[in-house]
């Protein structure tokens, strides 16, 4: 993996300051003076705190930065606390007891922590681990209280003199407790090995998986050592709590470097290969990242950005910015084949125009032919429907008589007629643009059929209560049966009485006198009982009494013919 320069020389500044107290350990006795306890702790300190800060700048996923950072302090505690037993604290004191005891409490949290960084590893960005991962800290906590409680129990270390006599190298034996606190690491450390390595393996690290292998080979040896002699000279140059200080965070920054943890270490070479234009400017106007594709920009310019994008002199190019931390960020954007595109767009925009203009003269041509056709339809339709009425209107005005009385009844019976396709043309139309009509247009055309009715001396009286609508098929269905009553009769009727009432129930009465039954002759009967309505009739020689009734309630539309 590719490392910046200030990386590398940060990183090898931390390996010199670790393997610097095995130095100062070896030539101690030349200078009795120093403390050299105090001088190792800072130096441990100091390599952890640069690989901390280190920490905080280059790695990109805040949780396990936060992780790793909360392992490195552990360290920096761990070191801290012995150093100050062995120089602040008297030998042989309760303090130094549990300052021992405190020694597990780091080192216990240390793993824990560095395998939470390590579970985020191979993961999404804003995916988190899962909350049964955080039970671990259970084990954890009980193996600190454990071992920080041992004068109560000595479940941890088994003392064989009375602890208020404690000696620190007086013999002792372990408990339960220890070697839990040995085997929590082991299982940990396992646990973070196996994770890294099948991780390095499933993602693209696999070339690099050689780096964590360098700090485990020399964790490796170091133990080998340790279990065959204690006290080897490698021993007392590099103590066990210099080894954790070392080890552990060599090799998180080993998978760090192995690329297992993004970093920003490659961001200056990425700006070397992008083809994009952009780069990072400081707080004071400096230039600190660009890329080859940028063309060079002011503070100024990059500062105006940040409001509204700024064109540059080429008028080709659009420079935009954005504040970040500790500096602003901003990008070119090449607006060449934008303006080609849209000059093209241009070109064609005339030509569209024009073809939208055709387009739009025929559906404007489309949409009358339709108009016209399906008013023809209505025409042809009405036509149709009152065929019979202009039939017998032809007729008559076909051959006139020359007597004055017979043409008067003549144009009075072709009143009638006209008046009966006028008002029923009138009711189809209003049908075609709604099933529901108000009942006044029934009474309407009912009221004017009876106007022509009295000019031939024929008594003709009607009454109305139409203050609701009514299904249109309804009232055609009344109006016809009324105008077929009015053709069989006239004109050798004398009397007309007509009652309409219209609420959730049509009811339409009329009587007429009529020489003769009539009503097997109506067509219109029929499709009123086709509708679902009801025909009563009663007659006698002079009179026929007709009563008609509907249900509007029981309309589903349908036909208006």
């Known amino acids: 993996m590719y490392s910046s320069k200030k990386t590398k020389f940060l990183n090898i500044l931390c390996v010199i300051l670790a393997l610097s107290p095995g130095l100062i350990r070896l030539t101690r006795h030349h200078f009795p003076n120093v403390s050299s306890n105090s001088l190792i702790c800072v130096l441990y300190i100091t390599a952890v705190l640069i690989w901390l800060t280190q920490l905080r700048l280059r790695l990109l996923r805040k949780e396990e930065r936060r992780y790793l950072v909360f392992a490195a302090l552990l360290i920096v505690f761990l070191m801290v606390i012995r150093t100050t037993k062995y120089i602040f604290i008297p030998e042989n004191t309760p303090a130094a007891r549990y300052i021992w005891y405190l020694y597990y409490f780091p080192q216990t949290y240390v793993v824990l922590f560095m395998f939470f960084a390590v579970l985020y590893t191979g993961k999404p960005y804003g995916c988190s681990i899962s909350p049964k991962w955080k039970l671990l800290h259970i084990p ?3 193996i600190v209280l454990g071992i920080l409680t041992n004068d109560l129990h000595q479940l941890a270390f088994r003392f064989s003199g009375s602890i208020s006599h404690w000696v620190e190298d007086e013999p002792y034996s372990y408990g339960p407790f220890y070697i839990a606190s040995l085997i929590w690491p082991a299982v940990m450390f396992g646990a973070i090995l196996i994770l890294s390595f099948v991780h390095c393996i499933s993602m693209d690290c696999r070339r690099n998986i050689w780096m964590p292998c360098i700090p485990l080979a020399a964790a490796l040896v170091y133990l080998i050592l340790f ?9 007392r140059l590099f103590k066990t709590t210099d080894m954790i200080t070392f080890l552990f965070p060599a090799f998180m920054e080993a998978l760090i470097q192995a690329g297992l943890f993004p970093s920003n270490d490659q961001y200056s070479l990425m700006w070397k290969v992008s083809d994009l234009g952009a780069g990072i400017m400081d707080m004071q106007g400096k230039i600190c990242y660009q890329s080859e594709k940028s063309l060079p920009v002011t503070e100024t310019q990059v500062l105006a950005a940040l409001s509204s994008p700024v064109t540059l002199a080429d008028s080709n190019m659009v420079l935009n910015s954005h504040q970040i931390h500790g500096g602003y960020g901003y990008w070119l954007t090449d607006l060449s084949q934008i303006q080609q595109i849209n000059k093209a767009l241009a070109d064609l925009g005339d030509v569209m125009a024009e073809q939208n203009s ?5 559906n404007r041509l489309a949409e009358k032919k339709a108009s016209i056709q399906q008013q023809n339809q209505l025409y042809d339709r009405i036509s149709q429907d009152v065929s019979h009425q202009l039939f017998m209107l032809h007729t008559i005005l076909a051959d006139l008589p020359e007597n004055e009385y017979a043409f008067e009844n003549k144009m009075k019976y072709a009143s009638v007629l006209m008046v009966y396709i006028k008002r029923r043309a ?3 139309l209003l049908i075609n643009q709604q099933d529901w009509i108000p009942g006044k247009e029934l009474s309407l055309s009912l009221a004017e059929s009876l106007e022509y009715v009295r000019l031939s001396h024929i008594t003709a009286y009607g ?7 009514i299904p249109g098929v309804y009232a055609l269905a009344i109006y ?3 105008q077929q009553v009015l053709e069989a009769c006239l004109p050798d009727t004398q009397a007309l009485m007509l009652q ?3 609420a959730e129930t049509i009811h339409f009465y009329m009587e007429i006198s009529c020489p003769e039954n009539i009503f097997p002759l109506l067509p219109a009967a029929k499709q009123i009982q086709a509708l679902g309505g009801t025909v009563k009739t009663e007659s006698d020689p002079d009179t026929l009494l007709l009563t008609v009734t509907f249900n509007a309630r029981d309309f589903k539309g349908g036909d208006t013919t």
């Open 480 to 482: 016809q049966l009324f």
């Open 426 to 428: 009138n009711l189809l």
């Open 140 to 142: 954890a906590l009980l």
């Open 463 to 469: 009454t109305y209560q139409d203050e609701f609508s």
């Open 358 to 362: 055709i387009l739009e003269g025929e």
């Open 227 to 235: 279990l065959k002699d204690p006290y080897s000279p490698l021993q």
């Open 500 to 502: 309409l009432t219209i």
